[in-house]
């Protein structure tokens, strides 16, 4: 089975309507990375 590298993309997303009204929303990226296959096996230990 062979991982290809993904990256995701989203938003985060807040709002609050006590004591005061807040909103905001802000772009994120999270990047998965195929250790295994990269050759960097040794990185497995901090990365899970």
């Not at 590298?5 to 709002?15: D, E, Q, S, T, Y």
């Not at 909103?23 to 999270?30: G, L, Q, T």
């Not at 990375?33 to 296959?37: A, G, I």
């Given at each position: 089975?062979s991982?290809?590298?993904?990256?995701?993309?989203?938003?985060?997303?807040?709002?609050?309507l006590?004591p005061a009204?807040n909103?905001?929303?802000?772009?994120?990226?999270?990047m998965q990375?195929?250790?295994?296959?990269s050759?960097f096996?040794?990185?497995r230990r901090?990365f899970?």
């Open positions: 089975m991982a290809l590298p993904k990256l995701v993309i989203g938003n985060v997303m807040h709002r609050r006590r009204k909103a905001f929303v802000y772009p994120v990226f999270h990375l195929p250790v295994e296959q050759g096996r040794k990185l901090f899970g």
